[in-house]
């Protein structure tokens, strides 16, 4: 039985075939909110979409005096994926499928690297030696294992870029998972990443354009850091304008964990009600584009993945399921569902 949305963190890792690359190697499928909502002229259409009646529009969460801010995103229907004629699209971005979904909560940025530290701090695990340097028994593994959470890092957290109001990066799925599960203990409410149906909509903010600023690439600076501005790192989020529902940085900076395990032809089966991906699979679904993407990659409806390569730089064997050491170009924003705990 597929897992509801609140409950699908819990979920392991799952495999599935099919790629489609660019010309770099790279898989792809691919400070305070605005209180008057941003329109894109000649951008927004009209959305079937649904009132969320008696849910408040936006929330602060504090977690030890680091704050972010929730966004309501209504539910409703949308056209899923790109069209056949949309420039620079990927066979696996379609076909285009209608989908209606639930209301929902989304941050309105990107994780920061200093919230992602305080979860870091509190839940890291000391590895294979106690304090003193003491080899730990299998039995004393298990214990930390059932308690703790990631391994020490290898290498600099922030790649030498800083925190700052930065993005977290080179979290693996499972630790992005990991962290969503420590934020809803800290705070009482069930935090989860979004599914990748969720995410495109709150990406498209009511538009079918390319982008959700329009189908012109050269306004991809005003919206976003990428290969083109970012001087090949991260740079704070919110710096950029938002989309139309005060979402920032959903194209650009960093690469996004969603939910979904990947599979290249899953619109043409897809549930058209709240789909949450494929029942199994492996390879995890990022979206959004990053610091080091060309434009095409911003697009809404661009689909990207993990591929063994991000691993490449981790000098353990086994690989860590933790960290992706160097890959600066991957984070993860969090969700929520509406009128749930």
Not at 66 to 84: R, T
Request: charge should be negative; glycine fraction near 10%.
């Amino acid at each position: 039985m597929r897992a509801s949305p609140d409950h699908i963190f819990s979920l392991a890792g799952r495999t599935v075939s099919g790629a489609v690359k660019n010309e770099k190697g790279v898989a792809c499928v691919i400070d305070v909110m605005q209180r008057s909502m941003v329109v894109l002229l000649g951008v927004v259409t009209a959305f079937q979409v649904c009132p969320a009646q008696d849910l408040p529009k936006t929330y602060t969460e504090d977690v030890g005096g680091l704050k972010f801010e929730m966004v309501l995103i209504p539910g409703g229907k949308f056209k899923m994926g790109s069209p056949d004629g949309e420039t620079d699209r990927t066979e696996n971005e379609g076909p285009v499928h209608e989908v209606e979904l639930s209301p929902f909560y989304l941050c309105t940025k990107e994780t920061s690297m200093e919230l992602f530290t305080k979860y870091y701090e509190e839940t890291v695990r000391p590895g294979d030696r106690d304090k003193d340097g003491n080899p730990i028994s299998e039995n004393q593994k298990k214990d930390v294992d059932g308690v703790t959470g990631p391994t020490p890092v290898y290498g600099d957290l922030t790649m030498g870029w800083g925190a700052e109001g930065r993005p977290a990066i080179a979290m693996t799925w499972e630790n992005a998972m990991f962290f969503c599960q420590w934020l809803s203990k800290k705070t009482g409410k069930t935090y989860r990443l979004p599914t990748e149906a969720e995410w495109e909509f709150a990406c498209r903010a009511g538009t079918t354009t390319a982008f959700y600023f329009g189908d012109d690439a050269g306004r991809a600076g005003e919206y976003a850091w990428f290969e083109d501005n970012s001087d090949e790192r991260t740079h704070p989020c919110g710096e950029k304008k938002p989309n139309a529902w005060g979402l920032y940085d959903m194209a650009g900076n960093v690469r996004e964990w969603v939910v979904d395990v990947y599979g290249a032809e899953y619109y043409g089966k897809s549930p058209a009600k709240d789909p949450t991906g494929p029942a199994e699979g492996k390879l995890h679904v990022a979206r959004g584009g990053a610091w080091d993407s060309p434009p095409e990659e911003l697009r809404s409806a661009a689909r990207c993945f993990e591929e063994d390569w991000w691993r490449s730089y981790d000098p353990q064997w086994p690989k860590s399921k933790w960290w992706l050491p160097k890959i600066g170009f991957i984070g993860f924003r969090v969700a929520r569902s509406a009128g749930g705990k």
